[in-house]
């Protein structure tokens, strides 16, 4: 299973990109990467997900090197109600094999 | 359709009482996933349903912790002699397939208080 390494907690100002990286030096030929956003006092929710090159939807955008040792979530114009902790996750999950797991999480605080 | 949906949205229980959770996944959606959150942590995987049968179940912390899910529908998660430590709120996710593809979509958690 793919161990993900990703910063405890990260400061921005309102209006600015956020770029949150996480790494997973041993991902698998078959692991996507998805990353998910919580608030406070709710479950996750999905952003967004990828295999390789560049993922962008109305959210986020996601960065994947070509080696996939790593990922980068950016986060564009951050307003206030980006505050929330954001996890990666590395994985491929089917009949018999171990489910994605989530960490600990990067928590992002925007500042006014 | 609706979201997932958990029950109760709160517990509080006495030290070596027995509680059970239960999870209503989006109709038609056969991997469901149980995970433990403590206050301020991150996630920690329990276990996980394809259809009835559970190919993973090494998150479960203890032999206290059990659970079943009957018609790939409805879950429970079932502490038995509950301890202080398995104060948490209790997630419950679900997606179409148990497949790295698919997004797991959570409920609103049970919060429990083991006093």
């Known amino acids: 299973l793919a161990k993900t390494t990703q910063p405890i907690s990260m400061d921005s100002y309102e209006g600015q990109e956020v770029n949150i990286t996480c790494s997973h030096n041993n991902i698998a030929t078959n692991d996507y990467i998805t990353w998910y956003q919580q608030f406070p006092s709710q479950g996750p929710r999905f952003i967004i997900q990828g295999y390789k090159t560049k993922v962008t939807n109305e959210v986020a955008s996601l960065f994947i090197p070509a080696d996939r040792k790593s990922s980068t979530l950016s986060l564009p114009r951050v307003s206030l109600s980006d505050t929330a902790v954001y996890y990666c996750l590395v994985g491929a999950t089917g009949t018999g094999r171990r489910a994605l797991t989530f960490g600990s999480g990067t928590r992002l605080q925007v500042q006014p | 359709g609706a979201g997932v949906s958990q029950s109760p949205s709160n517990k509080v229980t006495e030290k070596g009482k027995d509680v059970e959770l239960r999870c209503d996944p989006i109709?038609?959606?056969?991997?469901l996933y149980w995970y433990r959150q403590r206050l301020g942590q991150g996630l920690e995987f329990l276990i996980y349903?394809?259809?009835?049968?559970?190919?993973?179940k090494s998150g479960l912390p203890s032999d206290r912790f059990s659970a079943e899910r009957t018609g790939e529908s409805v879950s429970t998660l079932t502490i038995q002699r509950t301890q202080q430590e398995d104060s948490a709120v209790y997630l419950c996710?679900?997606?179409?397939?148990?497949?790295?593809?698919?997004?797991?979509?959570f409920g609103p958690g049970t919060r429990l208080t083991v006093l």
């Open positions: 349903f394809q259809g009835n049968s559970a190919p993973d």
């Open positions: 109709s038609g959606h056969t991997a």
């Open positions: 996710a679900s997606s179409l397939k148990a497949s790295s593809t698919d997004t797991q979509y």
